[in-house]
């Protein structure tokens, strides 16, 4: 079995493990599908939820990478390991049963195409979810549901057989004015998030994905106050740990994390919040 990787924090570094605790949160990644169910297993009985999971490939084989939080707020479930039917039966299972999603990972193992997603109990609000949607439909869902009202809440990109496959989550929530951009390469996503961020906006969710040998994401922004963002965009796997240690111990914390696979090795994207005092 691949080894795990387990990043937490203390109130001292410990440098002789790779396992690493930040208050209440714990981040884990180079997970394997067997792995991520002891991890969760364990998690539950510290009473912790995960709220952000990414599938991914490395090395040809399934793997995860999840952040977990206080348990708190309504009922919640996650799934992992799905094949597309099986997401498909389990998508209309929660939402029969009152649950909305929250966070749907797809990607790719084998040229199958395999799905993780959470789901929270539904608080009433009206929400609506699409995925295995080409770039094409993407954008048509999206403009239909803004003329609706609904706000763009998630997205999350792969790509198979040359062709990228995104899903989407919208609700009718109140909040900031929203920015949403997808097909955007590494460059441009810079660009983009130094404009949005001098203007009052926040990165809130980010996906990458490759395609024909180029680096793409799909990422959204909202006007929001709060604390000060980081991000990490496409950073290799194998340097990926020291980044994660240099944040968090400059008082970050994760919120969200994306895993993809690029030229046959892992690539992650993270957004960060800070979580000391100012």
């Not at 993407?138 to 609706?148: L, V």
């Not at 009718?172 to 997808?182: D, E, P, V």
Request: aromatic content about 16%; some cysteine; proline content about 3%.
């Amino acid at each position: 079995m691949k080894k795990i990787t387990t990043v937490f924090v203390l109130c001292f570094l410990l440098l002789h493990s790779p396992v690493m605790y930040a208050q209440s949160w714990v981040a884990r990644h180079a997970m394997d599908s067997a792995a991520f169910q002891t991890v969760f297993n364990s998690m539950l009985s510290r009473n912790l939820r995960p709220t952000s999971i990414s599938g991914y490939t490395s090395d040809g084989k399934e793997m995860y990478a999840a952040i977990w939080n206080p348990n708190t707020g309504p009922a919640w479930m996650v799934k992992h390991a799905m094949t597309s039917g099986q997401f498909d039966t389990a998508f209309r299972q929660a939402k029969k049963a009152g649950y909305r999603p929250t966070c749907i990972s797809g990607f790719v193992v084998n040229n199958q195409l395999k799905f993780a997603a959470i789901w929270e109990k539904s608080r009433k609000l009206k929400w609506a979810a699409q995925y295995n949607l080409t770039a094409n439909q993407y954008q048509e869902a999206f403009d239909e549901y803004n003329k609706k009202g609904y706000r763009l809440q998630y997205v999350s990109a792969c790509v198979m057989n040359g062709t990228a496959y995104f899903a989407a989550i919208w609700d009718k929530s109140t909040g900031g004015a929203l920015i949403a951009r997808h097909n955007l390469t590494k460059e441009q996503l810079v660009q983009n998030n130094t404009s949005f961020v001098n203007n009052g906006y926040k990165l809130k969710i980010l996906s990458g994905y490759e395609k024909d040998g180029t680096d793409y994401y799909a990422a959204i922004w909202e006007k929001m106050y709060g604390p000060v963002l980081r991000v990490l965009i496409g950073v290799p796997g194998d340097i990926y740990q020291s980044d994660f240690n240099k944040l968090m111990q400059e008082g970050y914390m994760p919120v969200s994390v994306n895993v993809f696979t690029s030229y046959g090795y892992e690539k992650f994207n993270t957004i960060w919040q800070y979580a000391g005092t100012q």
